[in-house]
Nanobody
Framework: QVQLVESGGGLVQPGGSLRLSCTVP????????MSWYRQAPGKEREMVAS????????TYVDSVKGRFTISSDNTKNAILLKINSLEPEDTAVYYC???????????????WGQGTHVTVTS
């Protein structure tokens, strides 16, 4: 069973930084779109950043461009999200997501982690 395990959330002051990590033991990122989503209180879950391997093509929602950086660490089987210049509006539960197929003929999969909380407050 595929398990996505997020870590790195916490309480931080505005302007601060965090690095979120999503580890997926025994999982190949190839053929999957790996994404970070977030869900703020009372709001719908939104995709904030995604990365495709191999190649490393990335996509960001406009509100985080220039502040968020998604990357993959293949040595640790992890997807990282570096967040700079945190704003109170970034307060949310951040989820890791994997969408894709293990092979062209395989079924489509959509895996979620349990989430990690990020709170930005002074």
């Amino acid at each position: 069973q595929v398990q996505l395990v997020e870590s790195g959330g916490g309480l931080v002051q505005p302007g601060g930084s965090l690095r979120l990590s999503c580890t997926v033991p025994g999982f190949s990122f190839s053929n999957y779109v790996m994404s970070w989503y977030r869900q703020a209180p009372g709001k719908e879950r939104e995709m904030v950043a995604s990365i495709i391997s191999p190649g490393g093509s990335t996509t960001y929602v406009d509100s985080v461009k220039g502040r968020f950086t998604i990357s993959s660490d293949n040595t640790k089987n992890a997807i990282l999200l570096k967040i700079n210049s945190l704003e109170p509006e970034d307060t949310a539960v951040y989820y890791c997501n994997a969408k894709g197929r293990a092979a062209p003929w395989a079924r489509f999969n959509n895996y979620w982690g349990q989430g990690t909380h990020v709170t930005v407050t002074s």
